[in-house]
């Protein structure tokens, strides 16, 4: 069972996050202010945060600074009514995962979650295996049929975040925003260069693709599920 931690400090809000979250199975920690939230974290093995922003004594984001100057990469929703382009620059800068605004559709709040401890569970095993090729991620190699390709950073961590999640379109700018940092100056289009490469180097891969998603953005294919 995971352990998902909600910090928010309206009593409303809690009550609807722990009601939703434990119907689907998850076991829910409560606290009304970020200092609550950081006390838990450090008694208590957490899975995935559930943040607000705005909150008293400590607010969301000196919250996820903590979170994330004391190592813990657990993954963190942050869901605030705070909607602005400088809201949402900030929370990833400091290190959330994934940004919702409220009020939230409580179906997509459970699969962003579900998504989010999916790929943290993967992150941690460091592995991901596709058919018959196999993901290192400590050592950013694709090993295939006993033969190992190391991949410059990036390139890898495209196609890990393009394997990890089957099917799902990226636009360019989803993999701009995870994979460079919000103040360099490439441009969507290096995504192209890194993805032409990604194809060239595995056009005779028989367990994935990448394929265009015309207008959209990428994702890779399973060939085994086709």
Request: with cysteine; charged share 35%.
């Amino acid at each position: 069972m995971h352990t998902i931690l909600v910090a928010d400090d309206r009593q409303s809000i809690r009550r609807l996050y722990e009601y939703t979250l434990e119907k689907e199975g998850y076991k829910v920690v409560l606290a009304e202010d970020g200092e609550q939230a950081l006390d838990i974290l450090s008694r208590e093995r957490v899975d995935l945060v559930v943040l607000d922003v705005m909150m008293p004594k400590m607010d969301g984001y000196d919250c996820l600074k903590a979170i994330r100057g004391s190592g813990l990469n657990i993954p963190v929703l942050i869901i605030t009514a705070r909607d602005s382009a400088e809201d949402l620059r900030k929370s990833f800068t400091l290190g959330t995962d994934d940004f919702m605004t409220k009020p939230v559709d409580e179906i997509e709040m459970l699969l962003r979650i579900k998504a989010l401890l999916r790929r943290s569970k993967i992150s941690e095993e460091q592995k991901l295996t596709v058919g018959g090729t196999e993901l290192v991620y400590d050592s950013f190699s694709v090993i295939k049929d006993g033969v190992e390709t190391v991949l410059p950073r990036k390139e890898f961590q495209i196609l890990f975040k393009l394997l990890s999640y089957p099917n799902k379109t990226f636009t360019r700018q989803n993999i701009m925003d995870e994979f460079w940092s919000l103040d360099s100056d490439s441009e969507a289009r290096t995504v192209d260069v890194h993805i032409n490469r990604l194809r060239e180097r595995f056009r005779d891969n028989e367990d994935f693709e990448i394929v265009t998603v015309r207008g959209l953005g990428y994702k890779a294919v399973r060939k085994s599920e086709q």
